[in-house]
């Protein structure tokens, strides 16, 4: 039994080195937002930037990107941040700028939430996503931007966030924690060779914005930290995300598109996204989409991930009152170590904004397909429930072999309930709503 487990490991490892790779070279889809650079550059210490992590540089700031807004130089102008401990405020970006951390360059949030602005919920949400009412504006904030790049020499973007977990823990949030980074209603946006750290909130949030690319990024927060998603692409298109590290307290990648009738109404769904040679840890999903998916989530492709003590390491999640499609989503290439289960696809989690949620806006999820999945010590491989008036359709499982913890530790079957589709070469056997290798049905065209 040991050698066969072997030969089907070498056997998935020779499908990930044959996948990974597209005409000799790595596949990629960072060629969407081509890096800009820039002849104009200007620095924080123009403005009197001090580096010393105690003086407070927001006006530093706001006046080197109010020059770049204005003048508009032509090609943009960069904005180089030298090594030193820049304390600041919220700020906003602009467009055609690209922000730049050199090595040793920490830009650290403030903690006084006196110096936190209010902000208005995002329509396709309602109210905060906390609390009710407004929000707080994002550390690193844009919304109607182009041509904007954050950028450096792994330089690092520190959100500080213990004063605002800790606000949670205790319930003394008046409004929802501010997120690291979000960009609004932009588009052309790259974000690659940056540390962000102890995020607020959630840590990397385009939302409502297309062609964006996130890549060789890390992001780290402690393992309890409450709601510190690594990547959020919420109600976006043509996002692609790769060759990153996150490590964080929840979701390390989770895919949205609005909450309950706020998403319905707004109807704006994530659609084109990739994830791509993407490592990490967290005490909750590694890939996930939802729970918010209410103006739907359509073509998205995640592969070659590596998960390492993981809650969940695939995800799926939406529920009653949510609506939307959730359709041709593709997971390959995954290997997992340590996971309390490896396979979720849900259909009642996550909270509703209020009592006016439509019971009778049942999520659609469809044409789901996860495949050449490798796991070690995994205690439950997998779940699957669909809901009595909207089952889940057309969900395919191929080469998936999820391995428990050996002699001595628990191991939970699977579970499965209003689900069709089809399991071919997974182990440990998943259920019988799923039809044998015979009847390949749903993962006909995945061979």
């Known amino acids: 039994m040991q050698s066969s487990g072997y030969a089907i490991g070498a056997v998935l490892v020779l499908l990930v080195l044959s996948s990974v790779f597209a005409n000799g070279e790595w596949a990629t889809c960072s060629g969407i937002v081509p890096m800009s650079y820039r002849n104009d550059k200007i620095s924080i210490k123009d403005f009197g930037g001090v580096g010393d992590g105690v003086t407070l540089n927001t006006k530093a700031f706001t006046e080197a990107i109010y020059r770049i807004q204005h003048l508009k130089r032509r090609g943009g102008t960069l904005l180089y941040i030298p090594p030193g401990q820049y304390l600041t405020g919220p700020f906003n970006l602009t467009s055609r700028m690209t922000l730049y951390l050199a090595r040793g360059a920490v830009i650290k949030a403030a903690t006084d939430v006196e110096h936190w602005p209010l902000v208005a919920p995002l329509p ?3 109210r905060g996503r906390e609390r009710p009412g407004g929000r707080y504006m994002s550390f690193i904030h844009g919304d109607g931007l182009h041509d904007v790049i954050i950028t450096g020499e792994n330089g690092t973007i520190d959100g500080q966030g213990g004063v605002w977990w800790n606000m949670w823990r205790q319930g003394t949030l008046k409004f ?6 979000e960009l609004m209603n932009s588009k052309g946006i790259l974000i690659s060779n940056v540390i962000f750290k102890n995020s607020p909130f959630w840590n990397i949030h385009p939302v409502y914005s297309s062609n964006v690319v996130i890549r060789y990024v890390t992001i780290l927060a402690p393992a309890d930290s409450p709601n510190t998603d690594g990547i959020d692409p919420d109600s976006s298109s043509n996002v692609c995300i790769e060759d990153s590290y996150i490590s964080t307290g929840d979701d390390l990648v989770a895919v949205k598109s609005g909450w309950d009738e706020y998403g319905i109404a707004y109807n704006r769904p994530s659609r084109g996204i990739t994830i791509r040679r993407v490592t990490g840890s967290s005490p ?6 939802g729970s918010e998916t209410s103006g739907g989530v ?3 492709l995640a592969e070659h991930i590596t998960l390492l003590n993981v809650g969940i390491g695939i995800h799926l999640k939406t529920n009653i009152g949510r609506g939307g499609v959730i359709r041709n989503i593709t997971i390959s290439n995954v290997y997992m170590e340590n996971a309390r289960k490896g396979i979720k696809i849900s259909a009642d989690v996550g909270d509703h904004p209020d009592e006016n949620y439509d019971r ?3 999520p659609v999820l469809k044409d789901v397909v996860i495949k050449n999945v490798w796991g070690e010590r995994v205690q439950q491989a997998g779940l ?4 009595k008036n909207a089952p889940f359709t057309g969900i395919c499982l191929l080469n998936i072999h999820l391995l428990g913890g050996g002699k001595g530790q628990r191991y939970s079957p699977w579970q499965c309930s209003d689900v069709k589709g089809a399991a071919v070469q997974v182990s440990p056997w998943p259920c019988s709503q799923l039809t044998g290798a015979r009847q390949t049905g749903a993962c006909s065209s995945s061979f």
Not at 384 to 387: E, F, M
Request: hydrophobic share 50%; aromatic share 8%.
């Open 176 to 181: 929802t924690r501010p997120n690291l980074v």
């Open 298 to 300: 359509v073509d998205v």
């Open 384 to 387: 699957i429930h669909g809901l």
């Open 360 to 362: 009778n806006a049942l």
């Open 124 to 126: 396709s949400y309602g």
């Open 284 to 289: 909750f999903a590694g890939i996930a989409i």
